[in-house]
């Protein structure tokens, strides 16, 4: 009964990891998506938008902007189609057979 709780223990933080990171991702693509719209109608429709931090945005900043972004979506798409929840869920199996492995012979 014990391992079986440590298990859904394990189970709900590597859950608990995902959605976080999830979160995080869509929170830094909102910024992004302001941080375009701003962009777009300072430097195509002129825009008088000339004050702190918004005047600093130009063609390098959306350039390293999007790189990041595309970077952390690809993460989360390659770790969830690669190493996704099956691959998870042997590993989780494959800890908890050592473990209770190691456990009878102690």
């Not at 909102?30 to 719209?37: C, D």
């Not at 000339?50 to 390098?60: G, L, V």
């Not at 900043?61 to 099956?86: A, H, N, S």
Request: hydrophobic share 45%.
């Amino acid at each position: 009964m014990e391992n079986n709780n440590s298990s859904e223990e394990i189970l709900r933080e590597l859950v608990r990891e995902r959605v976080h990171k999830i979160r995080r991702f869509y929170t830094h693509l909102f910024v992004y998506l302001i941080g375009l719209v701003l962009y777009i109608a300072k430097t195509y429709f002129g825009a008088p938008l000339n004050f702190s931090p918004i005047r600093y945005i130009n063609d390098t900043f959306m350039w390293i902007l999007t790189f990041i972004i595309v970077v952390q979506g690809l993460r989360l798409l390659i770790k969830e189609q690669i190493l996704g929840v099956k691959w998870e869920q042997n590993k989780i199996n494959e800890i908890m057979q050592k473990e209770n492995n190691t456990k009878k012979w102690k």
